[in-house]
């Protein structure tokens, strides 16, 4: 290893499934070259190190629902350089944050009889809690993303990242365009790049993955859909699911 | 977040607490005390926030099912996925294609490669060659680490070439795929695997050299079972003791029960806990493994019938040889037709339907209850570790007196034993409380 400072690098789990992380993992070919120039601290589905330090870059997948989670996160803020909401959970509170809309009480009693352990709260992105530096939209995340945070972070420099829909790459992989070709109902309109537009490459319409676009405009989007003939409850539960509680999809979906 | 270890002092028994087990998957813990009469108790403790999955899925769609439940855990998404799709087909009476069938098969075992690789080299190996992590590792074990990050992303690439992603794949849909891989793309993959099945035996002789604690407690092994092949995505239920039944009798066999000292749901088959996952699937169904499989099996010293369940590592690496071999064998076998749309559902009529399959880290069971127009009205899912965390705890009290007997560190065997069954504690979370 080199002498040279490298970058201190954690990631972080919370409420959420581990698919972040095993994205980072999915840098198979870079990882050793990467330890060169940056160091984890605190990864522990990876290394037995478990202590609180400071952080020049913290990746915090999942979403915070817990009081623990609440606190730990504050914690993080004030030892963390660069805070990365890492993937739609840590964004936006990504699928569970569906249950936002049904009681605590009523969703609680469904997966347990004995209810009173249970210190779970409403779903949310961890940007609700604490000042965020940089989003890493995506279920989960590509991990050019990953790459481009940790390099712009090592250059401390602003990363590169795409605001615009996945429309643009789709046009960039001449795919034939799902919605208004094969009349499917396609999200790709108002969700943000960033997948290389994989969905429709497969055939298939968008799901929104990846949350809202910069500028979206998915009033106008659930209009063509209506036009398709999608169920105004079928258009709820296509914007509420990966990016229900973003304010874009709301005025889709409702608060 | 501090880890805290407590060590009484002699004679007042032994305690060993680790509040976050590291190198597994989500968040969990242990707690085993040794009193000073012999004594022990074990718990095996999961604080991962519970996510609620079977109440949010209730008022979706059937074909979103397996898109949401992937998201159960990032590890085996394609083992969720796969059981929903089954599980959703079983309800609406969906018979999808050979190819469909081969197709999933292929998606399933390059997710055991990937989820197998992922557990041996970077979760498990480091404890025995004495590192904190495979990063560190790598400093003296280079051509290991090298070769693990090979067959991880193959199992990775093979995910992504059939599933169209290979963490929460996005092609495989209720009745088939949205897409079918091309010839000259599985054609590359071959020479790949042709080239890890040539290698793989170093890896062999790596996890036949490390010593592994014994446990020596005869448990009940289940796993899912067919005559036509070593079972992955369809098969019966059975077990050591002579249990038999289709997937949709689950539950007159497997039951939940709360546990006073934790909350924690586990389960139980007439009353016993049961061991799932790799070490059940090579005991029950051996005789399904290829010959190089049951070649690594020897080579591993791993004799059957095996109880221990420090001998799922060794099981990995079996399996993992067996994955290479039957990948082959099914892109070998393939008629590729690349037209084939996947079979529409009908709904119209109340429906319900069970899938078991085995995840990389064993059974796995999904069961919905559809309404007529195609919307969830309930759901019940059940993952591997959810099914073994009552065998966790009984293997943790047997292994504790023996560790203190012949001296060794309570809080690290019992570390090693955790990762050695290689929980998943997202997935585990349905049906596990909250310890906080």
Redesign the interface.
Known sequence: MSTEKRLRVAVYKFTGCAGCQMEFLRLEDELLELTKKIEFVYFMMVQNRDELERYDICFVEGSVSTPRELEEIKMIRANTRTLVAFGDCAVTGCVPSIRNWLSQSEAEKVVYKDTSPIRSFKVGGIGEYVPVDLTLPGCPPHKNMILEAITASLLEIRPDLRMHSVCVECKLRENVCILTSLGKACMGPVTRAGCGAICPTYGRECEGCYGPMSDANPASLAAEFHKLGVSSQDLVRKFRKYAGTSKEFEEVSGR | ???KVEAEPEGEGKKAEVC?V??????GGINVEVSKTGNVSAQFQV?E????????L?G??YH?VH??TS?????C?IAHQVTALRAVENALKVQVSAQTRALRRILALSGWIQSHT?SLY??TA?DYLGF?????M??EH?DV??QA??L??LG?DLGELVG?????P??A?VGGF??TPTKEDLAKMMVRLKKEKEEIWRAVDLFSSFNYPEINRRTKLVAISNDKEYAVNEGRLVSNNGLESPEEGYRKFVEEK?VSYS?T?KSFIDGEDFLTGPIARVNLNYQKLTRDAKKAAEQLNLSLPCYNPFMNIKARVVEVVYALDEIMRTIDALRLDFSEQPVKAETGTPCEGAALTEAPRGLLYHWYKLDSSGIVEKADIVTPTAHNSANIEASLQALAPELLKKGQDLKFGCEKLIRAYDPCI?CSV?VT????
């Open positions: 977040m501090s880890k976050y590291a190198r597994v998957e989500g968040q604080f926030p519970i996510r609620f999955f079977e109440a949010f209730m979706r769609k979103e898109e949401l998201r159960i855990c990032g590890i998404p992922l970077l979760l480091p904190e992590s495979a990063i560190e790598a400093k280079m680490v090298k990050l090979r991880k992303k990775n169209g992603r290979a963490i929460h996005i092609s849909v949205t897409r709360e909350n749901k997202s349905h409380n909250l310890q906080e």
